[in-house]
């Protein structure tokens, strides 16, 4: 069953209350950026008001990794709501949580045994540095405080997270003087040349403030939201090196590269990189429900233990949610088939097929893949109205921001649909 179109009236009547009542992301109020209304979405396209269908190049966000309504997923979550739908956590536990924990300590790199469940990407990484500040505590080393990131970061939008994403070009510069003082290395180089001189920079930056360092915190291989910059997975390895030589927690950020999409389950294995604390949030529930997770090992826990409190001081209402709990091990179920790898591969070189010819436009500076991810850089900031109604215009939906065109497709996206995003690309790319 397809959504059928609303009449235009009553179309009309629900975006004037969208721009009257409703706050969108980075958007202002008195002066509201268009919004489409979505009435239906299944497989890997979204229905509009108009009955018109369009292929989601973005994946609601680098979430919906199987697309729409999916037969597993809508199973799983129905069972779960006749079962409990929530049920407070503290003091209370339930099979889904404990298995979804079971499963991603098992598809977690080794020594990864403690999962926190928490209920966006933001709080995860909350949770990781609060995590990382009562172990240097624990440890008794209370004066270690500060973070060490790379420029060009993103790491969500609340305080603590936002004072770990760029400082200069990120989205909350505004607010830099009310935020915790963190400390920023460069941002990784684009290629493997570039690896050695920005090893010694990052040693550097570490070595000169290793007794007020607590932790770094980054994400590994791409930077989101910050840029989307890809880096070669020997820059981890040197993150590593250098937590270890200096006494720092390593957080690694996989809430956008984590499930595969960029090409290992997780893009930390591309280096063989083993994290302290791994966030894992966006994909985890397949797109259904918010929900993220805060992975730790033995030695973080125990030192963590030995702080004040004596226990991690964070406890959301909706912590480990059972509905989304049971999405989320449905959505690991479908990745355990392992098709998401020659998903992964096939989009991929989609992508690179339809996007290198983009290089030779007017106005492209760069055009970059990695995994299920295509980048088209512009040499100035995006006209994202221009840019969405051109893409819409060839039957696929994009949301670019800055400077920057891309996409990040459900896995299962045909090449029909892969190749169809590119052209909406390079028409987006040709207006903005
Ligand atoms: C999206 C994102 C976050 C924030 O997650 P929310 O669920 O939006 O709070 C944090 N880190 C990275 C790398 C992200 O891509």
Redesign the pocket.
Known sequence: MTASPVAPAALESLLDLDRAHVWHPYASMTDPAPTRLVTGARGVRLTLGDGSEVVDGMSS??AAIHGYNHPTLNAALARQADDVAHVMFGGLTHEPAIRLAQRLVELAPAGLEHVFLAD??????EVALKMVLQYQRGVGHPERTRMLTVRG??????FG?MGVCDPVGGMHSMFADLLPRQVFAPRPPATEDGVAAWAAAFEEVAAEHAHELAGIVV?PLL???GGMYVYPAACLTVMREVADRHGLVLVL?????GFGRTGTFFAAEAAGVVPDVL?V??ALTGGYL?L?AVLCTPRIAAGLSHSESGVLMHGPTYMGNPLACAVALASLDLLATGAWREQVARVNAGLEAGLAPLRHLPGVVDVRTLGAVGVVQLDHPVDVGKATEAALGHGVWLRPFRDLIYTMPPYVTSDEDVASICTAIEAAAVVA
């Open positions: 966000w680098w966006s990407g933001s709080v995860s990484v970061g993103y790491h969500g939008d609340t997270c994400e930077q989101g939201a950020d996989e809430i956008a590269t966030c949030g966006k918010t993220a």
